[in-house]
């Protein structure tokens, strides 16, 4: 091989390596915002089901009127 392959080779290994590590940075980066949109939407199921329990519980039909 001659010295200009050599060259060529390592440059597009260099080129892979960081192509590999910026990829590797944004999968993980993705990774961490999926596993807060996955903590946020069970905190958000929690408050929803409270809130149709207490929409339950709350029956308008049984209230007497401030008028009377």
Known sequence: ???????????????LEDSVDALNKLVYQQSKEISDYQEALRTMSKHMKQVQSDIEEFKPQDEVPPHY
């Open 1 to 15: 091989m001659t010295d200009k392959k050599i060259i060529d080779l390592e440059t597009r290994i260099a080129f």
